[in-house]
């Protein structure tokens, strides 16, 4: 299948700063990917939808200036999280999707453990 | 977006025996997935079944889609110790956003 890469897999930063996670289809491209946020137990919860060449999606409740996402090429997603706090604390994942003999699946990254101190 | 509802929350089992996850949904749907979650990990797909599919195998894999009861269900058959994981259901929504269910942690002791 399809390889998403997620980099970093784990990143601890000080409150304040700003942390850039990748999200790299590695045999394909992907004009659109997606970015999720889970918390412990707890399911997926779609945060924006990153297209190539054009401004994010967010989903309700999601705050794109602290969220910024940038989808320059067909293989790279990034999202940085600004002025991180402590309730950014989380594990982000991102996907793309493939589309094969009619059916569309998702490919998702490795995910990124971010712990904001 | 709103999320589907899955059952049971957490599911304890010895090896060998079946495991079966059910999943509720909301709106219609044009496919229905299956994914499955390691600890602190990313997700890897399973399986999809189609809108107008009943049952569908992969392996010791089984899922059910029952649309009129807009529900679907999961049977690992004799399982490991290696399926012990969180299983999701995910239903494809308005630009193929997909939708996840709350998902089920499996346990399967040995």
């Known amino acids: 299948g399809a390889v998403v890469s997620q980099h970093p897999s784990r990143v601890i930063c000080k409150s304040g700063t700003s942390v850039k996670i990748e999200c790299r289809s590695l045999?394909?491209?992907?004009?659109?990917m997606f970015w999720y946020r889970q918390f412990p137990k707890q399911s997926l919860m779609l945060m924006a939808t990153?297209?190539?060449?054009?401004?994010?999606?967010?989903e309700q409740g999601v705050e794109k200036d602290k969220f910024l996402i940038n989808h320059a090429s067909l293989t790279l997603s990034t999202l940085t999280v600004t002025s991180a706090h402590p309730e950014d604390s989380s594990f982000y994942i991102c996907?793309?999707?493939?589309?094969?003999?009619?059916?569309?699946?998702?490919?998702f990254g490795q995910g990124t453990r971010l712990t904001v101190v | 977006s709103q999320q589907g509802e899955e059952d049971p929350q957490a599911l304890s089992i010895q090896e060998g025996e079946n495991a079966t996850m059910n999943c509720s949904y909301k709106?219609?749907?044009?496919?229905l997935q299956w994914y499955r979650q390691n600890s602190g990990r990313g997700l890897v797909h399973l399986i999809l079944?189609?809108?107008?599919?009943r049952e569908k195998h992969s392996g010791r894999l089984r899922v059910t889609l029952d649309t009129s009861k807009k529900s679907s269900s999961l049977l690992i058959t004799a399982s490991r110790a290696a399926d012990t994981a969180s299983y999701f259901c995910?239903?494809?929504?308005?630009?193929?956003?997909?939708?996840f269910g709350t998902g089920t942690r499996l346990q399967v002791t040995l």
């Open positions: 079944i189609r809108s107008n599919e």
């Open positions: 996907s793309a999707l493939v589309q094969s003999w009619g059916d569309t699946e998702a490919f």
């Open positions: 990153s297209n190539e060449g054009s401004k994010a999606t967010y």
């Open positions: 709106t219609s749907i044009n496919n």
């Open positions: 045999d394909f491209q992907a004009t659109t």
């Open positions: 995910a239903t494809d929504g308005t630009a193929s956003k997909l939708t």
